[in-house]
């Protein structure tokens, strides 16, 4: 369309009753010199320009491109999704972000609600509740972990959960500082991951190796293995 066939309903509307008009984010498509169409995302905005005594003489039209701005915005929402879908399709993992300043939990992945078998909502509700689920042995580590990711260094945590059944689940959290252009940390990321099957295999394995050093050492010096 032709810049005065957009916009002049709009201008003669506020013309004559005197109110502002305002549209933000306004698809607008133009032919350029060479023939071209170019597309572009305005924000445009209308106001009546009064004489001292109140008339109305002519109206101040304020157009700004926001294309680049959207197609940024866009973009960050994208990748957002992306993220979000990766994190929703873990199972043994659970992804979480901390904000700093102030403290907030801004994100946890669902598959949060299948390894601590607790609810979303009650950590959203209460930030610190997923403690209540780690081994009283091992809550001192979380305390010392966050203190060095303040400092901005990564930290990997192995802590065990505990259930009201005795069932106990070991626990891998690899955390990772987020700095900001001045150098200071804003956000905390990091991913929780359930390695009981990994730990049950060492200590087997550990047992193996006790049991196989146990042999040698109380058999004939003449045994050998071949």
Partial sequence: LEETELFKPKLDEVYRNGKPWLANEMPWQYVDEMGATQSHIINVSFHPYREPSGRIKGVIAYVLDVTDEVKSRQKVLESEERFRQLSESLSNQVVHIMETNPFRL??????????????????YEKPDSYMERIHPEDRAKQGEALELQQRGIETTLEFRLLFEDGTIRWVEDRSFPVKNADGKVFRITGIAEDITDRKRAEQELELERHKLGTIFREAPAAMALW
């Fill in 106 to 123: 801004s994100y946890v992945s669902p598959s949060y609600e299948r390894v601590w078998k607790k609810s979303l909502a009650s950590l």
